[in-house]
C-alpha cells in the first residue's frame, strides 16, 4: 500500500504534466523529460532504501544520485532558456492599422490596436483603440475589432463599427513587406496596412 501510494505521489503527476503538452518548445519537452528521470529515479532510491529493490554495487547507487542531480539542473537550464528564449506568439502587442477606400483612396480607419493570441482559433485578435471626437471625418471607424489574423495565410478578418451605430466586415489576404513588422493588401476593395508602431 505505502509503495502503490509513493508511486500515484512521485509518478503520476510527471505522467500526467508530460502528457498534457500541445505542441511544447525545446524548453518544455527538455522539463518533462528531467522531471520524469527525477521522479523516476527518487522512485528507484526508495525501493533501495526499504530493502525491496537493492542496487547489485555501489556504482549503480551513485549513478542514481547522479542522474537525480543532473535531471535537476537539467529542469533549472531548461527554465532559465524558455523565459529568456524567443516569444512563441511573436505577433502579439501593438500595431498600427491603415484601411484606404481603393476606389477613393479615403482614410476609412488609422487606428492602434492590441492584439493576443488564441489557441482554440490558432488565430491572433484584438481591438483597437476608441475615438469619438466631432471633428471625425464621415465614414470613419470609431473603432475596430480584428476578429482573427493568421500569419501564415495571412488572411485577416476585420469589424469597423463607426459612430452611427453601423458596422462593415473586412476579409482580405495581406502580403507581408517586412517579414514580422509590416503586411499590407496587394489588392480588393480596401488597402488595408498592419504595422508595428515605431516607437
Known amino acids: 500500500m505505502a509503495l502503490q501510494i509513493m508511486l500515484l505521489g512521485i509518478l503520476i503527476p ?3 504534466y508530460a502528457f498534457k503538452l500541445r505542441d511544447p518548445t525545446p524548453a518544455q519537452l527538455l522539463v518533462a523529460i528531467c522531471m520524469s528521470l527525477f521522479s523516476a529515479v527518487v522512485f528507484l532510491w526508495i525501493l533501495d532504501a526499504v530493502s525491496i529493490l537493492r542496487f547489485r554495487s555501489a556504482w549503480v547507487s551513485r549513478s542514481v ?6 535531471s535537476v539542473l537539467g529542469t533549472s537550464v531548461a527554465v532559465y532558456q524558455d523565459s529568456f528564449a524567443a516569444s512563441k506568439y511573436p505577433f502579439q502587442g501593438a500595431w498600427e492599422i491603415t484601411i484606404l477606400d481603393a476606389a477613393t483612396s479615403a482614410v476609412v480607419a488609422d487606428r492602434r490596436l492590441a492584439l493576443a ?3 482554440s482559433s490558432a488565430s491572433y485578435w484584438g481591438y483597437s483603440n476608441v475615438e469619438t471626437a466631432p471633428t471625425r471625418a464621415a465614414g470613419q471607424a470609431i473603432w475596430l475589432e480584428v476578429r482573427h489574423f493568421r500569419p501564415t495565410t495571412k488572411q485577416i478578418s476585420l469589424r469597423l463599427m463607426f459612430a452611427d451605430g453601423s458596422s462593415k466586415l473586412i476579409e482580405q489576404t495581406l502580403a507581408t513587406e517586412v517579414p514580422s513588422r509590416v503586411f499590407a493588401t496587394i489588392s480588393g476593395p480596401f488597402r488595408v496596412s498592419l504595422s508595428r508602431p515605431s516607437v
Do not use: H, L, M, Q
Open 117 to 119: 493570441y488564441s489557441d
Open 65 to 70: 544520485y547522479g542522474a537525480a542531480i543532473a
Open 14 to 16: 510527471t505522467a500526467f
